[in-house]
């Protein structure tokens, strides 16, 4: 992929460059805020309340007879936020929560007798910013642009979801990415959005360090109508200690609107910092095409992913299987099925699970 894709980030960011150059509009939540069914709060004045409940029964299975199930929402999909903007200035404050076991942590994290290290509440985002002219400039909590731009998966935050079994990366510079302590900045002009991130903490507790950068740029029916593409990268400025320059992951990803009902999407990222998708060193290639279709109340989700490690004994393919029944506009019932088979060993992990969420 390294030819193709040096190519194509010239491309994308001399064309984009020159157009933001021209003129740029300000747009604050976005990529950044709730998804489109806790829309309540995207826009207009004032101060909107916003949440999101889930819960979920899973069952996980690795080999023969071992399995472990659970009625929980361990991705936290649960969500409480505020929006308000008054004049330029746009703020957001989104935390997690689990109705299944009250901890708004994940089931691997054991929490001690008095619960101390454990809350009810988890800050997923929070910032603070001005919509200008040229676009949002924002200080904060942000899901980072490597997570937001591109992201297709109808499924994340639960057991199915693509970066849990290998469809995407995963971890803090990868899909799962929430940026503490960081600067950002989010523009959009005609068929052109760009974000750009960077780290401003040298604490050691902080999640991203000072220096620590992502960005992406997307175009959306630019050449051709329901077509949308675009470029993400993420960079670690410390991985590899002192005199390093570094480690990161880019994705180059796309989706088109075949016909009403029917749209199909593409991702191809090269990693270097998805230990949990690639556990030696995190380095490798992960492909994923799928695609959506609508049928009355209903959303398949269907994908296949290939998963090329830097080590060939973690070489894997993922098939993955979602079917979303909307109850109202506001609610709906999910059945799905992910499976991530180990090319080596032709071993493979098993994710089934059924839930139910409710926006408002």
Same mark, same amino acid.
């Given at each position: 992929?390294?030819?193709?894709?040096?190519?194509?980030?010239?491309?994308?960011?001399?064309?984009?460059?020159?157009?933001?150059? /021209?003129?740029?509009?300000?747009?604050?939540?976005?990529?950044?805020?709730?998804?489109?069914?806790?829309?309540?709060?995207?826009?207009?004045?004032?101060?909107?309340?916003?949440? !999101?409940?889930?819960?979920?029964?899973?069952?996980?299975?690795?080999?023969?007879?071992?399995?472990?199930?659970?009625? !929980?929402?361990?991705?936290?999909?649960?969500?409480?936020?505020?929006?308000?903007?008054?004049?330029?200035?746009?703020?957001?404050?989104?935390?997690?929560?689990?109705?299944?076991?009250?901890?708004?942590?994940?089931?691997?994290?054991?929490?001690?007798?008095?619960?101390?290290?454990? !809350?009810?509440?988890?800050?997923?985002?929070?910032?603070?910013?001005?919509?200008?002219?040229?676009?949002?400039?924002?200080?904060?909590?942000?899901?980072?642009?490597?997570?937001?731009?591109?992201?297709?998966?109808?499924?994340?935050?639960? $057991?199915? $979801?693509?970066?849990?079994?290998?469809?995407?990366?995963?971890?803090?510079?990868?899909?799962?990415?929430?940026?503490?302590?960081?600067?950002?900045?989010?523009?959009?002009?005609?068929?052109?959005?760009?974000?750009?991130?960077?780290?401003?903490?040298? !604490?050691?507790?902080?999640?991203?360090?000072?220096?620590?950068?992502?960005?992406?740029?997307?175009?959306?029916?630019?050449?051709?109508?329901?077509?949308?593409?675009? /470029?993400?990268?993420?960079?670690?400025?410390?991985?590899?200690?002192?005199?390093?320059?570094?480690?990161?992951?880019?994705?180059?990803?796309?989706?088109?609107?075949?016909?009403?009902?029917?749209?199909?999407?593409?991702?191809?990222?090269?990693?270097?910092? $998805?230990?949990?998708?690639?556990?030696?060193?995190?380095?490798?290639?992960?492909?994923?095409?799928?695609?959506?279709?609508?049928?009355?109340?209903?959303?398949?989700?269907?994908?296949?992913?290939?998963?090329?490690?830097?080590?060939?004994?973690?070489?894997?393919?993922?098939?993955?299987?979602?079917?979303?029944?909307?109850?109202?506009?506001?609610?709906?019932?999910?059945?799905?099925?992910?499976?991530?088979?180990?090319?080596?060993?032709?071993?493979?992990?098993?994710?089934?699970?059924?839930?139910?969420?409710?926006?408002?």
């Amino acid at each position: 992929m390294g030819k193709f894709m040096k190519k194509l980030y010239s491309i994308l960011m001399l064309v984009t460059m020159s157009t933001v150059a /021209v003129s740029g509009s300000a747009i604050a939540g976005g990529e950044y805020g709730a998804d489109s069914k806790m829309s309540s709060a995207a826009a207009g004045s004032g101060v909107h309340f916003y949440g !999101r409940i889930y819960v979920g029964f899973d069952r996980n299975s690795s080999g023969a007879g071992t399995s472990t199930d659970g009625l !929980r929402d361990d991705g936290q999909k649960s969500r409480l936020g505020i929006k308000f903007k008054e004049g330029m200035l746009v703020g957001n404050v989104e935390y997690k929560f689990d109705i299944g076991d009250g901890d708004g942590t994940s089931d691997s994290k054991t929490c001690s007798a008095t619960l101390s290290d454990c !809350r009810t509440f988890n800050l997923h985002i929070g910032n603070l910013g001005l919509a200008t002219p040229l676009g949002y400039v924002g200080a904060g909590t942000f899901e980072s642009p490597y997570k937001t731009f591109g992201q297709y998966d109808l499924n994340m935050d639960t $057991a199915v $979801a693509m970066n849990q079994n290998g469809g995407q990366s995963d971890g803090n510079f990868g899909i799962a990415g929430n940026w503490e302590s960081a600067l950002s900045y989010h523009a959009k002009m005609g068929p052109v959005t760009l974000a750009y991130m960077y780290g401003m903490s040298d !604490r050691a507790n902080a999640n991203v360090q000072q220096g620590d950068y992502s960005y992406a740029i997307k175009f959306n029916d630019f050449l051709v109508s329901g077509l949308e593409f675009g /470029v993400a990268a993420t960079h670690d400025n410390e991985e590899g200690g002192g005199g390093n320059s570094g480690a990161g992951n880019k994705k180059v990803f796309a989706s088109y609107k075949v016909m009403p009902g029917l749209g199909i999407f593409y991702s191809e990222e090269d990693t270097e910092l $998805a230990s949990g998708t690639f556990a030696t060193n995190g380095d490798g290639e992960i492909l994923t095409v799928g695609t959506h279709y609508t049928m009355g109340n209903k959303v398949i989700q269907f994908a296949l992913t290939q998963g090329d490690a830097n080590l060939a004994t973690e070489d894997y393919k993922t098939i993955s299987l979602s079917l979303q029944n909307n109850l109202s506009k506001n609610s709906d019932v999910v059945f799905g099925y992910s499976r991530k088979g180990l090319e080596s060993t032709g071993g493979s992990t098993r994710n089934w699970g059924i839930g139910i969420t409710h926006s408002f």
